[in-house]
């Protein structure tokens, strides 16, 4: 059984004994499920979609997939590799921001305690998260799982030594058209619809 397969099937069973038990048991459950697993389920119940990917060519024909089903001819990206990437695939791109493109980047850290995805300066390029296209692509990797955003940002630190980025901002939200009516998010403008292609790395 693939990683993809086993993890699905793994959520699916946990949530089916969440309905059945105390919430103080369904939240021991949940507190022992491996990084990935608790990375997906929040992801996933936050809105996110998750397309995993055990390698290039897979993850390739994914982006490609998902460009096709929502119709969109050009991409927006700052990352110097992406870019030689989406030459290969003879995808069209711009560094130029337009809001109707979907942002294309990697990450820094994805974050399982609630499902964020982080990133930096580095990703961004001085810009805001709310100043950039409302729907985003992120290619992740298995191994940039981290427990909490605290161990995501040592993550992140460790690994620019003295050049630190400036910025570290985390997508906790994946469902834009319901931010406004969601009290508990008021003010935030960071949501994004967002798909994370996940290349198993480890």
């Known amino acids: 059984m693939n990683f993809f397969k086993k993890l699905i099937q793994n959520i699916t069973s946990l949530k089916e004994t969440e309905e059945k038990t105390e919430p103080s048991v369904a939240s ?56 030689k990437f989406l030459t290969k695939i003879k995808s069209a ?23 964020s995805i982080m990133f930096s ?37 460790a690994r620019a030594e003295s050049n630190s980025p400036t910025i570290v901002s985390s997508v906790k939200n994946y469902t834009p058209d319901k931010e406004g009516s969601d009290f508990m998010s008021y003010g935030n403008t960071n949501a994004k619809s967002l798909y994370l292609l996940l290349l198993e790395d480890l």
């Open 28 to 83: 021991s459950n949940i507190d022992a499920l491996p990084l990935d697993e608790l990375f997906v389920k929040n992801f996933i119940s936050k809105g996110g979609k998750f397309l995993y990917c055990q390698d290039i060519k897979e993850l390739e024909q994914n982006l490609l997939q998902i460009l096709k089903e929502n119709k969109w001819n050009n991409m927006v990206c700052f990352d110097d590799d992406l870019n």
């Open 93 to 115: 791109k711009t560094q130029e921001i337009v809001h109707n493109l979907p942002f294309f980047t990697v990450c820094e850290a994805l974050t399982a305690d609630d499902g």
């Open 121 to 157: 300066s580095k990703q961004l390029k001085g810009k805001k998260l709310k100043d950039l296209p409302a729907d985003f692509i992120v290619f992740g990797k298995t191994s940039q799982m981290v427990k909490s955003i605290r161990e995501g940002v040592m993550a992140v630190r």
